[in-house]
């Protein structure tokens, strides 16, 4: 959703840390700030300047902005891509606005609070060590530890300012619909104003494709559709990723343009028949892979969209076609970049950071908040045709099984909110664990089972109607599957350090360089387990696709096909070369 106007704020910053979270009775809305920081990444970060690893418990921000003189008689926006983790924002003293959810976008219109243009910015951000919070892979100890990694405080994505009308356009929600060759699109409106007309237009590389135009006074959200002639219908697939270019236009009542956006739309659909998962009506294997989103320097934060760019490629070059998002909100320019280059997605919330001791049971408790945060991501991303799943939670552990808790609620309330906020799209409860929502549209497991003999008994069973399910110590922990379509949504994990000794005596190695498993002692030994564990999914023609554990090391976790640093660490080729024969499931 693009504007002609906008001001990038990323840069230098005051900053402090505020580690009593004492600082609003301190008077740190008022003052100058101690420090300095490099927005957008995070006082962890060393790519912030600041690099403190400890526990932060609150953090402040303070700049100064100048309205550009061009802006006059609009209204400014100040927009925050994600704040880590409960944030105020004052703006000359004036509060514009709190959010809380470490993941998810907000923003605010200071206009109001902004003097002759100018204007103070503060920002708190809170992230206090006993809290039940969404984190992640966030650690809740003080070190990194087995797969959870350094933590992230404060502003991490993009912060921007831009001008709008009064009338202006908000997000708009597209929505394809492959068989009738058409998009449908709704654009919430911030006023319905007599007169006023929603107008689209969608092109492609010859030029305009369709048009359309509705009345813009009669719906909070005006709704129009766009039917493409059949000579220029082009799906979006993998193999052709198809962008049309779609331009919107908000007309008062002389039909003068008033706000305009620029966006895209790519036209393709997702299906379910039986087991069959079926984009495009078509059976397409989905080898996905679990990218975690971190690196080194820069955390949870890209250090540059070409470093996007790069781990989409990297997936690719190694036989990948899509990946999970792994207990991350990405940067949404991340899903841009999937969207053009054809790279399948299954969208995640980072749930995890709610489980550990002193709670009923090991249970994990996540809050209400969970649900907020992930419809403001659904709003978020629920037109980036590159996304063809949701899954809200990872790994969840439900170890009491007479009684409801707050896992049950919280797992349907996520589940009901995904399928009202989006019925394009199926929605997976759980991703592993714990299914406690009998109408899930997809079915999955995790094993990290190492063996490839013993991983094909494991999950080789699909086909009688018996697949594999994740149990917990108490007893099974999920409800009964009831035919959906079925993959394994983790597996492998092959621990691989070129680096350690040719031996199995890894327990002592665990604290530096942790994988699942024994770790393998010689390339090609991780070779063919990864060859014999994935021959035994892509021969299993009941299996609609698989993720494998990961695309990168990632700190101490090293099992990744590439580096940390996204240097080759295997042979790409080879692992590529395993992948892309033919599944079983597409020749059904």
């Known amino acids: 959703m693009v504007r002609s106007r906008w001001l990038n704020l990323n840069g230098r910053w005051q900053f402090e840390i505020d580690q009593g979270d004492s600082g609003l009775e301190r008077g740190l809305v008022d003052r100058e700030l101690r420090g300095e920081i490099l927005v957008p990444f995070a006082p962890e970060s060393a790519a912030s300047g600041v690099e403190n690893t400890d526990f932060l418990q609150a953090v402040w921000y303070r700049r100064e902005i100048e309205v550009p003189d061009s802006w006059a008689g609009q209204r400014v926006w100040l927009h925050f891509g994600a704040v880590d983790h409960d944030t105020t924002v004052w703006v000359n003293g004036t509060e514009v606005t709190r959010h809380r959810g470490g993941f998810s976008p907000f923003s605010a219109d200071i206009t109001d609070a902004l003097v002759a243009g100018r204007g103070t910015v503060v920002v708190r951000a809170r992230d206090l060590r006993e809290e039940l919070q969404a984190r992640g892979k966030q650690a809740t100890w003080y070190a990194n530890t087995h797969c959870n990694y350094t933590r992230t405080t404060g502003i991490w994505q993009t912060v921007w300012l831009e001008p709008v009308p009064e009338v202006h356009l908000k997000r708009p929600r597209i929505t394809p619909h492959l068989a009738a060759g058409a998009f449908t699109i709704t654009t919430p409106v911030s006023a319905n104003r007599p007169g006023h007309h929603l107008q689209a237009r969608i092109s492609d590389q010859a030029g305009p494709v369709a048009t359309a135009r509705v009345r813009a006074d009669l719906d909070l959200s005006p709704t129009l559709q766009l039917t493409l002639p059949e000579d220029r219908v082009r799906a979006w697939s993998p193999t052709d990723p198809h962008l049309y270019d779609l331009h919107l236009e908000l ?31 078509e059976a397409i294997f989905q080898r996905l892979v679990l990218d975690q989103g971190y690196w080194p320097d820069s955390l949870m934060t890209a250090p540059s969209d070409e470093a996007l760019v790069r781990d989409i490629e990297l997936g690719m070059a190694a036989g990948f076609n899509g990946a999970r998002m792994h207990q991350k909100v990405f940067e949404e320019r991340y899903l841009y970049h999937a969207d053009r280059l054809g790279y399948l997605l299954w969208g995640e919330f980072g749930d995890w950071g709610v489980s550990g001791q002193g709670q009923v049971g090991h249970n994990q408790q996540p809050t209400a908040s969970f649900i907020t945060q992930w419809l403001e991501v659904l709003d978020r991303d629920y037109s980036h045709p590159a996304i063809i799943g949701w899954c809200p939670l990872n790994e969840t552990h439900q170890l009491l099984h007479d009684r409801i808790t ?13 399928k009202a906020a989006d019925t394009t799209r199926p929605v997976l409860d759980a991703s592993g664990y714990s299914h406690r ?29 018996k697949p594999y399910v994740n149990d917990s110590a108490h007893g099974p922990c999920s409800l009964p599957y009831t035919g959906q379509p079925y993959f394994i949504s983790e597996y492998g994990g092959i621990w691989w350090n070129p680096h350690l000794a040719a031996s199995h005596d890894n327990d002592e190695e665990r604290d530096t360089s942790w994988g699942y498993g024994q770790r393998v002692r010689t390339e090609e030994e991780f070779h063919q387990r990864f060859a014999g564990l994935t021959s035994v999914l892509l ?50």
């Open 437 to 465: 929502v009998a109408e899930t549209d997809v079915y999955d497991a995790h094993t990290y089972e190492q063996d490839p003999a013993a991983f094909a008994d494991q999950v080789g069973h699909l086909a009688e109607g």
């Open 251 to 281: 007309l008062d009542e002389h039909d003068q343009v008033i706000d305009a956006v620029q966006s895209y739309a790519g036209l393709r659909s997702v299906s379910i028949d039986g087991r069959r998962f079926l984009i495009n009506g």
């Open 539 to 588: 021969d299993d023609p009941e299996m609609f696709g698989y993720c494998y554990t990961q695309l990168t090391d990632t700190f101490q976790e090293q099992n990744g096909i590439y580096n940390f640093d996204r240097t080759h660490k295997l042979n790409t080729h080879r692992i590529r070369t395993t992948q892309e024969r033919q599944a079983a499931y597409e020749k059904r």
């Open 406 to 418: 707050v896992l049950d609620d919280v797992t349907r309330g996520m589940f009901l909110a995904t």
